[in-house]
């Protein structure tokens, strides 16, 4: 079992900025795509990001792009998410997940961290 581990979640003010991470052990990440998702109170969870393992190739929800960078740092075996302009809609619950491609279904996905919590607010 992959086993990833979510952290950089908090409280930040509309317009601010979090920077999320996803460490992986047990295995080398780099050989995952990885995707983030995020679950809003009574919505179902969707994907926000993804960034492959074979080119590195990056994908974004369309809610999320141009204010969203998803990035990986194989040396620290991690998988980071630097999130800017935090809009209040941006609240949730962020997962990263890992598989052999990258896909905004949630059902593609086999490996799932325990999720870390943004919310924007004033």
């Known amino acids: 079992q992959l086993q990833l581990v979510e952290s950089g979640g908090g409280l930040v003010q509309p317009g601010g900025s979090l920077r999320l991470s996803c460490a992986a052990s047990g295995f080398t990440l780099d050989y995952y795509a990885i995707g983030w998702f995020r679950q809003a109170p009574g919505k179902e969870r969707e994907g926000v990001s993804c960034i492959s393992s074979s080119d590195g190739s990056t994908y974004y929800a369309d809610s999320v792009k141009g204010r969203f960078t998803i990035s990986r740092d194989n040396a620290k075996n991690t998988v980071y998410l630097q999130m800017n302009s935090l809009k209040p809609e941006d609240t949730a619950v962020y997962y990263c997940?890992?598989?052999?491609?990258?896909?905004?279904?949630?059902?593609?996905?086999?490996?799932w961290g325990q999720g870390t919590q943004v919310t924007v607010s004033s």
């Open positions: 997940a890992a598989e052999d491609y990258c896909s905004g279904s949630v059902g593609d996905f086999g490996s």
